[in-house]
């Protein structure tokens, strides 16, 4: 014999948390990938580091540097 | 010891709901087709987003789609109770309590927008929002309970998806967007005044003043008639766009033949024969819709293949410079 009473209450919170913690470790995963995503396709991030950047300047690209 | 799970065994109440509950308040339905018409909003646009950000923003969309149906679910609850269609929804059925359809709502809501504006860019998130607050505030709180053009104007609500999608990846509203985005708002009449024909008790009993309790069934067939042959050229004109081509054309002119065959016949139908056959003809105009509206965005993701791309050079078919 079980040493606790199962109920029907307990199979139901058991599956809400199991439910929860997948959605919570899926964002967790979403957002990693996302961090990553942007990152490997940001050439938009340098915009942001206010020092002139070769790698910015398309005429300096070509050999015709825009300084 | 004490066995503390014996304890609380006896305290089941309605906050107890199992996880399946707080999904169904997001009406997976609804969110299905959004994910679908968002997704080819995403794919037919000219500009590739990375896939793992394109996977973001549709399920950001998607959670935004499901936080609206939660508020509507919160807001409705009176109304779903009445309603056979909708009595075993989580709120009304007490499987979940509203204050907690409303806290998933609004959280939802805040989380989708913001994490949209993180994956893509502001305007796609501020759309977004913009629809939220369309189907849970304008459409559910005030439209819904105060006119029979409630379904005509809330259309506005499920018709944005697409659009967002687009600006998601392109960053900009252009006439591509906007034929999408009028393509499932002029199908939302026809459609939903067909599910009321052979509804239309559920919505007496709920005193939702939908057309065809307000004006009658004899109305609503004009109306939906009316709005068919409206929403035919929309969706023909949609073909000479740059998301268009031969294979959208092909089928959306079957397509909306037989929606307007449908419609005319809805129209020269009497009432007396309609009760006889258990409106048999309605329901097959509804579920005729249903296909329309899927087969137009899948034509559309056709179109942005590339076999299609060669198709449409090998026809010599070229989209018209809009603007």
């Given at each position: 014999m079980a040493l606790t009473r199962e109920h029907d209450l307990h199979k139901r919170r058991q599956g809400r948390n199991i439910g929860v913690l997948v959605v919570l470790l899926a964002f967790v995963a979403l957002v990693f990938g996302l961090t990553i995503a942007k990152m490997t396709t940001g050439d938009q991030l340098q915009g942001f580091d206010h020092t002139y950047r070769i790698e910015m300047d398309p005429g300096a690209r070509t050999g015709e540097a825009g300084q | 010891?004490?066995?503390?799970?014996?304890?609380?065994?006896?305290?089941?109440?309605?906050?107890?709901?199992?996880?399946?509950d707080y999904v169904q308040l997001l009406k997976p339905r609804v969110m299905s087709l959004v994910?679908?018409?968002?997704?080819?909003?995403?794919?037919?646009?000219?500009?590739?987003?990375?896939?793992?950000?394109?996977?973001?923003?549709?399920?950001?969309?998607?959670?935004?789609?499901?936080?609206?149906?939660?508020?509507?679910?919160?807001?409705?609850?009176?109304?779903?109770?009445?309603?056979?269609?909708?009595?075993?929804?989580?709120?009304p059925s007490g499987a979940v309590e509203p204050g907690e359809a409303?806290?998933?709502?609004?959280?939802?809501?805040?989380?989708?927008?913001?994490?949209?504006?993180?994956?893509?860019?502001?305007?796609?998130?501020?759309?977004?929002?913009?629809?939220?607050?369309?189907?849970?505030?304008?459409?559910?709180?005030?439209?819904?309970?105060?006119?029979?053009?409630?379904?005509?104007?809330?259309?506005?609500?499920?018709?944005?998806?697409?659009?967002?999608?687009?600006?998601?990846?392109?960053?900009?509203?252009?006439?591509?967007?906007?034929l999408m985005f009028l393509l499932i708002f002029m199908w939302t009449p026809p459609h939903f005044w067909a599910l009321a024909l052979f509804m239309n008790s559920d919505y007496e009993k709920a005193k939702v003043p939908m057309?065809?309790?307000?004006?009658?069934?004899?109305?609503t067939r004009n109306h939906?008639?009316?709005?068919?042959?409206?929403?035919?050229?929309?969706?023909?004109?949609?073909?000479?766009?740059?998301?268009?081509?031969?294979?959208?054309?092909?089928?959306?002119?079957?397509?909306?033949?037989?929606?307007?065959?449908?419609?005319?016949?809805?129209?020269?139908?009497?009432?007396?024969?309609?009760?006889?056959?258990?409106?048999?003809?309605?329901?097959?105009?509804f579920a005729l819709s249903l296909a329309y509206l899927f087969l137009h965005f899948a034509a559309f993701a056709v179109e942005a293949t590339p076999w299609a791309d060669a198709l449409s050079a090998y026809a010599g078919w070229e989209a018209v410079t809009w603007l």
């Open positions: - | 010891m004490t066995d503390i799970r014996a304890d609380i065994a006896d305290q089941s109440g309605p906050g107890d709901a199992g996880f399946g994910v679908f018409t968002a997704l080819v909003g995403l794919v037919v646009a000219p500009v590739r987003l990375h896939p793992v950000e394109a996977l973001a923003a549709i399920i950001f969309i998607a959670l935004g789609a499901g936080a609206s149906g939660a508020l509507n679910m919160w807001w409705d609850a009176d109304i779903d109770r009445v309603m056979r269609r909708t009595a075993k929804r989580p709120v409303l806290g998933l709502g609004a959280t939802l809501s805040v989380l989708s927008v913001v994490m949209l504006w993180l994956a893509t860019n502001a305007l796609a998130a501020a759309l977004l929002a913009f629809t939220i607050f369309f189907y849970a505030v304008i459409y559910t709180m005030w439209l819904k309970r105060s006119t029979p053009q409630n379904i005509v104007i809330g259309g506005a609500a499920g018709a944005f998806p697409p659009m967002v999608g687009w600006v998601a990846a392109t960053g900009s509203v252009s006439v591509e967007a906007v057309l065809t309790v307000t004006h009658g069934r004899r109305s939906i008639l009316v709005y068919t042959l409206l929403l035919a050229p929309v969706a023909l004109v949609a073909a000479f766009t740059s998301i268009g081509g031969p294979i959208y054309f092909a089928v959306s002119l079957v397509l909306n033949l037989l929606f307007v065959i449908g419609a005319f016949r809805l129209w020269m139908r009497r009432e007396e024969r309609a009760e006889a056959d258990k409106y048999a003809a309605e329901k097959r105009f």
